[in-house]
Antibody, heavy 116, light 110 residues
Framework: QVQLQESGPGLVKPSETLSLTCTVSGDSISGYYWSWIRQPAGKGLEWIGR???????NYNPSLKSRVTMSVDTSKNQFSLKLSSVTAADTAVYYC??????????WGQGTLVTVSS | QSVLTQPPSASGTPGQRVTISCSGGSSNIGTNIVHWYQQLPGTAPKLLIYRNYQRPSGVPDRFSGSKSGTSASLAISGLQSEDEADYYC???????????FGTGTKVTVL
């Protein structure tokens, strides 16, 4: 059974960089796409972007200028960095295994609050 | 269209059939496949239907999906109390070059 677990600071100051890591267990990270998705409280889901295990990326154009994703196959992890955050970036952030157009395994999510 | 439109709410009594619609456009549902996710209160979304109508292992056959033109539907037959959740449709969007989600529908079991 594939399991994903997000980790990272739950509180980030405005204008700083949000950093999250997703650790995958139960299967190798290699050979798949991996995505980040977020959900503000009481609102819908927004795809942030994806990374393949080769390192190639595809980002949501609305966030592209602030997003960087990376992968570490030796640790079975992939990461998200979102720069210059504002209160609008406050959300629950999910990592998920990406089967190109659908997500079959999700992490439990981690709440990131942007506040001074 | 950069968003998929769903009714904000739907409801039914136990045993009833409930249908949720998902309306898109030519750059998403019209030319791509549709998936559905169930989000129980306080939990992460879970894949419910993929590739328009396929069910992952473990998903009851009470849940079924269909697609026609630029719209899709999720049907829940024999509604049960544990089906109370938010439901999201999703599809690839050609102009975004990525997936987009529906606005979400909250299903209430009366």
């Amino acid at each position: 059974q594939v399991q994903l677990q997000e980790s990272g600071p739950g509180l980030v100051k405005p204008s700083e960089t949000l950093s999250l890591t997703c650790t995958v267990s139960g299967d190798s990270i290699s050979g798949y796409y991996w995505s980040w998705i977020r959900q503000p409280a009481g609102k819908g889901l927004e795809w942030i972007g994806r990374i393949y295990t080769s390192g190639s990326t595809n980002y949501n154009p609305s966030l592209k200028s602030r997003v960087t994703m990376s992968v570490d196959t030796s640790k079975n992890q992939f990461s998200l960095k979102l720069s210059s955050v504002t209160a609008a970036d406050t959300a629950v952030y999910y990592c998920a295994r990406d089967r190109v157009d659908y997500f079959d395994y999700w992490g439990q999510g981690t709440l990131v609050t942007v506040s001074s | 269209q950069s968003v998929l439109t769903q009714p904000p709410s739907a409801s039914g009594t136990p045993g009833q059939r409930v249908t949720i619609s998902c309306s898109g456009g030519s750059s998403n549902i019209g030319t791509n496949i549709v998936h559905w996710y169930q989000q129980l209160p306080g939990t992460a979304p879970k894949l419910l239907i993929y590739r328009n109508y396929q069910r992952p292992s473990g998903v009851p056959d009470r849940f079924s999906g269909s697609k026609s033109g630029t719209s899709a539907s999720l049907a829940i037959s024999g509604l049960q109390s544990e089906d109370e959740a938010d439901y999201y449709c999703a599809s690839w969007n050609d102009s975004l070059n990525g997936p987009i989600f529906g606005t979400g529908t909250k299903v209430t079991v009366l």
